[in-house]
């Protein structure tokens, strides 16, 4: 058989392959999945890689028995850790079309049908943000890329005019995400991490920027704001630090990665206001807006600038430019050239099932923690710490200890009951190991969230 040979075991391949799509797709308990050490995956797995292949029979049998077990099912009803992800039915679906369709997703010259839908679910994404029409964004591979392309945006624009390349700073509070952090280290810029336990105001940031010594506030070029914390599901005062950043001329960024999805209800929208004055924004879809891994956005009030930025410029690439292939190009809005159009399987299922649907199940995951929360009010184990924010709910198991939660959290997963795990939360100066529950999955039901908390007893 050569590599690209269409035969029968081809064919029958793509059958069981099928097949095992369908199957995943429409389980509704899946198995939750357990990570092995790689010295017994190596044992049962043995080497997989040979000079003749071992044949895609065997290849598929020790993915289904073994290896995909020893993966999480990230779409479990009680996966409660971290920011969990909940694709719909029909996303997934759509994403091995988008596979098996083999499309170049970075100049309208190779993608255009394709970038065409995916910028019909970008349009609807921007409408919910009350940014103005004429802007826009692309699809990243993650709130990481996002970030990192909005922001080295924002440092271009400020850097515009200066002859000497001076290093900038970013302000951004403690509550933001990691990988502002990481992202400020690709960009060589400072970061300020402006000390908060609640949410980060205009205040706090004016307080901040006064603080600093002339030389500093001169290299300040931009503030990220957080719209939905990872860890707490807080919303940033998004008003009051637009009304900052429009005085000072700074560049204001939403990570609105996790908390995005709330902007498709309006209930919940009203706790964004202000995110319609920012330059820039990131949303996941594959967190609340039901997208499979992976599928970050980035939005910009001045596409432009972003054009200007990430353009790439090759000889190889001029026809791109040229006016025959006149398009949108979403390699010239993110850091990446070569892209699969990963907004299609969003597209796909916001066009079947409709934006109402999608506003519902995302009410659910708020519901969802208010169920929560009042449950651990009643139980006489348990206090709330934060929350209900957003769908992230923190909690104490009373005179637990650290080894405590760790301990919790390993017996449910090993067990196959539930991966929920515990976080950190800031009392003045200490630290508390507390537990945490973030929804995003409709699938989870009050059952499930008895089942978990009925383990802490
Ligand atoms: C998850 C998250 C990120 C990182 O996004 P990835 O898609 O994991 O790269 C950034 N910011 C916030 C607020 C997040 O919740």
């Not at 996790?258 to 706790?271: D, K, M, N, V």
């Not at 099932?353 to 348990?382: H, N, P, Q, W």
């Not at 017996?411 to 537990?435: D, F, M, Y």
């Amino acid at each position: 058989m050569k590599t690209h040979s269409v035969d029968i075991d081809l064919v029958e391949m793509s059958l069981d392959v099928i097949k095992y799509a369908i199957s995943r797709i429409t389980e509704t308990d899946p198995r939750l999945g357990f990570p092995v050490s790689e010295k017994d995956l190596k044992r049962k797995v043995g080497e997989t890689i040979t000079p003749s292949g071992i044949g895609g029979e065997k290849a598929f049998q020790i993915f289904q028995d073994i290896l995909v077990k020893a993966s999480v099912s990230i779409d479990h009803p009680r996966h409660l850790a971290f920011v969990p992800a909940a694709p719909t039915r029909a996303a997934v679906m759509f994403d091995l079309v988008t596979a098996a369709s083999n499309v170049h997703g970075a100049f309208w010259l190779e993608g255009a049908g394709c970038i065409f839908a995916e910028n019909q679910a970008m349009e609807w994404l921007v409408s919910l943000t009350g940014l103005p029409e004429t802007a826009t964004g692309v699809f990243t591979s993650g709130g990481t890329a996002a970030n990192l392309s909005a922001i080295t945006v924002a440092r271009e624009y400020w850097r515009r005019d200066k002859p000497e390349k001076e290093r900038g700073i970013l302000i951004a509070a403690r509550t933001a995400h990691s990988s502002i952090q990481t992202m400020a280290k690709v960009i060589d810029a400072d970061v300020i991490s402006v000390e908060t336990e609640r949410e980060f105001t205009g205040k706090d940031l004016a307080r901040t920027l006064t603080g600093l010594p002339g030389s500093e506030r001169r290299r300040v070029f931009a503030v990220i704001a957080t719209a939905g914390t990872t860890n707490a599901g807080i919303v940033d005062e998004l008003d009051t630090i637009a009304e900052i950043c429009e005085r000072e001329s700074l560049w204001m960024h939403v990570d609105a990665a996790y908390g995005g999805g709330a902007l498709s209800s309006e209930i919940l929208r009203e706790q964004f206001q202000g995110i319609e004055r920012s330059d820039s924004i990131t949303i996941d879809p594959h967190k609340w807006l039901f997208a499979p891994y992976d599928c970050g956005a980035v939005i910009y009030r001045n596409p432009e600038l972003a054009r200007q930025t990430h353009m790439q410029e090759g000889s190889y690439l001029d026809i791109i430019s040229d006016e025959g292939a006149d398009g949108f190009n979403p390699a010239d809005y993110q850091i990446q050239l070569t892209r699969r159009t990963r907004g299609l399987p969003l597209w796909f299922s916001l066009a079947m099932y409709g934006t109402e649907r999608y506003r519902i199940s995302v009410e659910r995951g708020v519901e969802l923690a208010g169920i929560a929360a009042s449950k651990i009010e009643k139980s006489d184990y348990l206090e709330l710490v934060h929350g209900p924010s957003l769908s992230i709910v923190i909690f104490r198991r009373k005179g637990w200890t650290s080894t405590d939660y760790n301990e919790w959290t390993y017996r449910n997963h090993r067990e196959g009951i539930a991966l929920v795990a515990p976080t950190k939360w800031r009392n003045g100066s200490e630290k508390e190991t507390v537990a945490r529950f973030c929804f995003i999955n409709p699938d989870t039901t009050e059952e499930d969230i008895e089942l978990i908390l009925e383990s802490m007893a």
